[in-house]
C-alpha cells in the first residue's frame, strides 16, 4: 500500500491502514497537476526538469500500481504435494501472461508444525517448477505486531470479545442440542458462552491467569456494515459476477487463538493489504471463507481484491490432496525421475488452467 514508503524503515503496524494505492495514485497524480498549474508572477513554479522528474516518478507510480499482483502462500508445515504445484503454477501463469508480479508468502504463524526444513523444501520445489518470485518472502512469523493491530481496531469498534472456553467447554455446552450448526469447515458453530461476560468477569478471569481466544461477535459485526457484502469471482470467462458474502455462517469465528496471537483469516487479509495484492487466486475449498474475509476488510476499511477459485486436485477416492492425507509429496516425484513437463501433464494444467488462466487475462490487465 502506498503509504508504507520504504517498506523496510516505515514498517509499523498502524500503516496497514494508511492509504491504498487508488487512493495515494489520485494524490501524486492530483499534486501533478497542482503543480503544472500553480503559477506566480514570473510563470510555473516548478522548472521544465522538476516537471520531468515529477511525471517520471508518476508514471512508475502508476504502472506498478495498475499491474496485477499475485500471491502464492504456503504453510511451510509440510511438503508440497501436486495440488500446491496447481495452484502455484496458476498464480504464476496468470502474472507472466498478464505482466503481472508475483509474491511468495510464508503463512507460518502455528510455531508447533511449521519449521525451516519444510520452507526451504517448499522454495527448492517452486524453483524445480520453474518460478521465480519478487523477494523479499514475506513470513508471517515475523509481522505478528500488524496482526495485533488490526484486532485492536476491531476491540475499540466493540466487535470482539475473549472467550475462555476450552473445546471441551463447548463440546458440553452443545452436547444435547440436537442438529447445531456447523461452520463451513465442519466446526461446530460457537454458542456464545463468553460473548456476554461483563468486563469485571473478563478482568477478573484474566487477573487469575486465564487465557483468551477473541472471537469476533459476527451480529455485531454485521451490524456495523451498512450495505450487502460482495466480492467480484472470476470463475469461467473474462467477465466477473459478484458474491454475495454470507459471513454469518461462521459464527463467532476465532481471530486470535490462546496458544497464537492471530488466526489465518486476520493475517491473509491483512498481508493481502499490505502488499498490495490485486488478485486472489486459490482453491476452491477457502471459497466460502472469501466470506468472512470481507467483512473483515471492510471493518478494518482494506481493499478488496479480486478472487479467482479454482478447481482441487483429488485422489481416486475423490478426496481432496492434502498433507494430513498424507498426500505424495512434490518432491518424491522429483526423486522418481519425473520432469516437470510429465507432472504439469499429470496435473492437466494446460487444459484445465490454461483456459481459466487466459480467461481471466483479458479481465487482469486493466487500466
Not at 154 to 182: H, Q
Not at 214 to 221: G, H, S
Not at 296 to 314: I, T
Request: proline share 5%; hydrophobic share 40%; charged share 25%.
Amino acid at each position: 500500500m502506498a503509504a508504507f514508503g520504504t517498506m523496510g524503515q516505515m514498517e509499523t503496524a498502524r500503516h496497514i491502514y494508511s492509504e491504498e494505492p487508488w487512493l495515494a495514485r489520485k494524490k501524486l497524480s492530483t499534486g501533478v497537476l497542482t503543480a503544472l498549474s500553480s503559477k506566480n508572477g514570473e510563470g510555473l513554479l516548478v522548472s521544465s526538469f522538476a516537471i520531468r522528474g515529477i511525471l517520471d516518478f508518476w508514471l512508475d507510480m502508476t504502472s506498478s500500481y495498475s499491474r496485477p499482483v499475485l500471491r502464492f502462500a504456503p504453510s511451510p508445515n509440510g511438503y508440497l504435494h501436486l495440488g500446491h504445484a496447481y495452484s502455484a503454477l496458476m498464480n504464476g501463469l496468470i502474472a507472466r501472461e498478464t505482466g503481472g508480479r508475483l509474491l511468495l508468502r510464508m503463512e507460518d504463524i502455528d510455531f508447533a508444525r511449521c519449521r525451516p526444513e519444510f520452507e526451504a523444501a517448499i522454495i527448492e520445489d517452486l524453483e524445480w517448477l520453474g518460478l521465480s518470485w519478487e523477494q523479499p518472502v514475506r513470513r508471517q512469523a515475523e509481522h505478528f505486531p500488524f496482526y495485533a493491530e488490526a484486532l485492536e481496531r476491531l476491540e475499540n469498534m466493540g466487535v470482539v470479545y475473549p472467550c475462555f472456553c476450552s473445546r471441551g467447554d463447548i463440546m458440553t455446552a452443545i452436547a444435547f442440542k440436537k442438529d447445531w450448526p456447523r461452520d463451513p469447515d465442519g466446526t461446530p458453530l460457537y454458542p456464545g458462552i463468553c460473548r456476554h461476560l461483563s468486563r469485571g468477569s473478563r478482568a477478573q478471569r484474566f487477573a487469575h491467569g486465564e487465557k483468551a481466544s477473541y472471537r469476533l461477535d459476527m451480529e455485531r459485526a454485521l451490524s456495523a456494515v451498512s450495505d450487502g457484502l460482495t466480492w467480484t469471482e472470476f470463475r469461467d470467462g473474462p467477465t466477473g459476477r459478484q458474491e454475495h458474502a454470507v459471513p454469518a455462517v461462521w459464527g463467532d469465528a476465532v481471530l486470535s487463538r490462546k496458544d497464537i496471537a492471530t488466526s489465518y483469516h486476520i493475517a491473509v487479509v491483512v498481508d493481502d493489504a499490505y502488499q498490495g495484492v490485486t488478485d486472489v487466486v486459490r482453491g476452491e475449498d477457502l471459497f466460502m471463507a472469501t466470506s468472512l474475509h470481507r467483512l473483515l476488510q471492510v471493518l478494518l476499511r482494506l481493499p478488496a481484491p479480486f478472487y479467482h477459485h479454482h478447481r482441487l486436485l483429488r485422489d481416486a477416492m475423490g478426496q481432496k490432496l492434502s498433507k494430513s492425507s498424507r498426500a505424495q509429496p512434490l518432491r518424491a516425484f522429483r526423486q522418481d525421475g519425473w520432469s516437470v513437463q510429465e507432472l504439469v501433464a499429470k496435473i492437466n494444467l494446460p487444459a484445465a488452467a490454461m483456459g481459466d488462466a487466459l480467461a481471466s487475462t483479458g479481465r487482469i490487465v486493466r487500466p
